[in-house]
Nanobody, 124 residues
Framework: QVQLVESGGGLVQAGGSLRLSCAAS????????MGWFRQAPGKEREFVSA????????VYADFVKGRFTISRDNAKNTVYLQMHSLKPEDTAVYYC?????????????????WGKGTLVTVSS
């Protein structure tokens, strides 16, 4: 059974930083793409970033480019999202996701499993 467990969320002031982690178990982590999505109150879930299996190609939503960095540690079965220059509009529940490849993952059509999410609150 595949499980994704997010951690690292919390309350931070605007301009601050947080690092989210997602620990995966239940299948060979390195064989799958990993991604992050978020859902703000009253809004639909949206794609944030993803990283491929293998060489670790990355993609980002425009609204986080230059501020967020996704990475993965296959030895630890963990994917990270380093977030800098946080804004109040980044406030959301952040979800970890996994799928076969980055492109369908980015389109939210190729997600096999979701984590339960971790709340990030950015105060102004």
């Amino acid at each position: 059974q595949v499980q994704l467990v997010e951690s690292g969320g919390g309350l931070v002031q605007a301009g601050g930083s947080l690092r989210l982690s997602c620990a995966a178990s239940g299948r060979t982590f390195s064989n799958y793409a990993m991604g992050w999505f978020r859902q703000a109150p009253g809004k639909e879930r949206e794609f944030v970033s993803a990283i491929s299996r293998g060489v670790g190609n990355t993609v980002y939503a425009d609204f986080v480019k230059g501020r967020f960095t996704i990475s993965r540690d296959n030895a630890k079965n963990t994917v990270y999202l380093q977030m800098h220059s946080l804004k109040p509009e980044d406030t959301a529940v952040y979800y970890c996701a996994t799928g076969g490849a980055v492109v369908p993952l980015q389109r939210n059509s190729g997600v096999d499993y979701w984590g339960k999410g971790t709340l990030v609150t950015v105060s102004s």
